[in-house]
C-alpha cells in the first residue's frame, strides 16, 4: 500500500523555523516528484514547493522562496521541508502529495499542522 | 506561475442535480487539468486528471472536459456525500497551482 506519513508539525514563534518530514513506503521513492501543499485555515489549497526524483531541480512558489527548502533522502525514502522566517500566514495544515505532470498530486499525506504565534 | 479561476465560488443544490463547475487557467495548460474533492476535516481527494481521466474508485457520475483554458467538472446526479468543496489543479507545470475552490453545499 501506498502510504506518506508527515511529522514534525508543531508551535513556533514568528521569525523561528521548523523542519518537516514525509515518510514514504509502498513504492519506488526515488522515481516520483515530490510536492508539499498547505491550507491555511478555512482557506484554500496551496502548492508550495516540488522536487524531482533526483532531488537535483526543485520549485518554489512566490510565497515561500527564499524562506523555505525542500530536499529529498531517496536512502531513507523521505521528503523534507525546512522552513525559516516563519510568519503567522504560514500557519496551516502541511502536506506531501506524490506525482508529477502526469499522474498529479495522488496520494497524500495525513497533513501536519504547523501553527505559528507568539 | 499559471493562475487558475473558478466559477462559482458556492453553490446551493438538491440530491440529484446535474451540477457544472467551471475553472479556467491564465494560459494554455492543454489537457493538464485536474479536479480535488475536499470534506471538511479530510484529506483532499483526486477526482480527475489530465482534464478527463477518471481516478480509480471514482464513481462514473463525475466527469470532466476541456482543453487548453476553459474546463469543466460536471456531477450528472449530485448523491448526499457529494457535498464538499471542489478545487482545480494545473499539473502543467512546476510549481502546480491550485484554483480557489468552489462550496457545494445544501439547498
Known amino acids: 500500500e501506498v502510504q506518506l506519513v508527515e511529522s514534525g508539525g508543531g508551535l513556533v514563534q514568528p521569525g523561528g523555523s521548523l523542519r518537516l518530514s514525509c515518510a514514504a513506503s509502498?513504492?519506488?521513492?526515488?522515481?516520483?516528484?515530490m510536492h508539499w501543499v498547505r491550507q491555511a485555515p478555512g482557506k484554500g489549497l496551496d502548492c508550495i514547493s516540488a522536487?524531482?526524483?533526483?532531488?537535483?531541480?526543485?520549485f518554489y512558489a512566490e510565497s515561500v522562496k527564499g524562506r523555505f527548502t525542500i530536499s529529498r533522502d531517496n536512502s531513507k525514502n523521505t521528503l523534507y521541508l525546512q522552513m525559516g522566517s516563519l510568519r503567522a500566514e504560514d500557519m496551516a495544515v502541511y502536506y506531501c502529495?506524490?506525482?508529477?505532470?502526469?499522474?498529479?498530486?495522488?496520494?497524500w499525506g495525513q497533513g501536519t499542522l504547523v501553527t505559528v504565534s507568539s | 506561475d499559471i493562475q487558475m479561476t473558478q466559477s462559482p465560488s458556492a453553490m446551493s443544490a438538491s440530491v440529484g442535480d446535474r451540477v457544472t463547475i467551471t475553472c479556467r487557467a491564465s494560459?494554455?495548460?492543454?489537457?493538464?487539468l485536474a479536479w480535488f474533492q475536499q470534506i471538511p476535516g479530510k484529506v483532499p481527494k483526486r477526482l480527475i486528471y489530465s482534464a478527463s481521466s477518471l481516478q480509480s474508485g471514482v464513481p462514473a457520475r463525475f466527469s470532466g472536459s476541456g482543453s487548453g483554458t476553459e474546463f469543466t467538472l460536471t456531477i450528472s446526479s449530485l448523491q448526499p456525500e457529494d457535498f464538499a468543496t471542489y478545487y482545480c489543479?494545473?499539473?502543467?507545470?512546476?510549481?502546480?497551482?491550485f484554483g480557489p475552490g468552489t462550496k457545494v453545499d445544501i439547498k
Open positions: 509502498g513504492f519506488t521513492f526515488r522515481d516520483y516528484v
Open positions: 489543479l494545473q499539473h502543467n507545470s512546476y510549481p502546480f497551482t
Open positions: 494560459q494554455d495548460i492543454s489537457n493538464y
Open positions: 522536487i524531482s526524483g533526483t532531488g537535483g531541480t526543485t
Open positions: 502529495a506524490r506525482g508529477g505532470t502526469g499522474d498529479p498530486l495522488d496520494p
